[in-house]
Every structure is written in C-alpha cells, then in structure tokens.
C-alpha cells in the first residue's frame, strides 16, 4: 500500500512562496515516479512537476516553468513555489505512478494520490 501524506498548503500574498512537502516510503520514493498536481473545484486535475528515480529530468507544466521546483530528498517529495500568483490557487495533491510513464503530468498515469493542501494566492 502506497501512502502519500502532503502538508505544507496555506495563504500567501501575490509574490510570495510556499513549499509544499509529501511524505511517502523510502520504498516508494526509489521505485515510483512522482508527480504533483492541483485542481480547481469544476475544472480538470491539471500536471504540475514529475520527478522521477535516478533520471535527472524533471518535467513541468508551461505555466510554472522558472516559478516552480519539484526535488525529492530520502522519503519527502517537496515542491517549492515562488512568485505565487492568484491563478496558482488550487487543491494540490501529489501522486506516485508505477515505473517512468511516458506522459509523467497526466493524471491518468497515476495510481496513488494523497488527500490534497489547499493553496491560496491573494492578489
């Protein structure tokens, strides 16, 4: 059973930064790709970065390319937000997919996600 635990969500001004954190398996961190998302209530489960074991390469969505970084140390997924904006406000939620899928920012590949933090960004 793969458990993901996020924390780290809250309220920030347009501009600041928060740093989310996922806490998994050390067992799930060397096997599984993660991935963390966001939603807004009545929209799609949109991709936001992708890390996966041992490959350098890390994926992100357009919108937080320069903003955003996805890092992974021992069994704690982190992802660190700067110059928030008020279109940043979302559930977020991060997830782990078996193996290194091909598209590792779409939701579909995922298999286990976490219960979500809310980020919201005030203008």
């Known amino acids: 059973q793969v458990q993901l635990v996020e924390s780290g969500g809250g309220s920030v001004q347009a501009g600041g930064s928060l740093r989310l954190s996922c806490v998994l398996s050390l067992y799930t961190a060397r096997s599984y790709s993660m991935g963390w998302f966001r939603q807004v209530p009545g929209t799609r489960r949109e991709g936001v970065a992708s890390?996966?074991?041992?490959?350098?390469v890390t994926d992100y969505a357009d919108s937080v390319k320069g903003r955003f970084t996805i890092s992974l140390d021992n069994n704690t997924l982190y992802l660190q937000m700067t110059s928030l904006k008020p279109e940043d406000t979302a559930m977020y939620y991060c997830?782990?997919?078996?193996?290194?899928?091909?598209?590792?920012?779409?939701?579909?590949?995922?298999?286990?996600w976490g219960q979500g933090t809310r980020v919201t960004v005030s203008s």
């Open positions: 890390i996966s074991p041992g490959d350098p």
């Open positions: 997830a782990a997919a078996s193996g290194r899928p091909w598209n590792r920012l779409a939701p579909s590949v995922y298999n286990y």
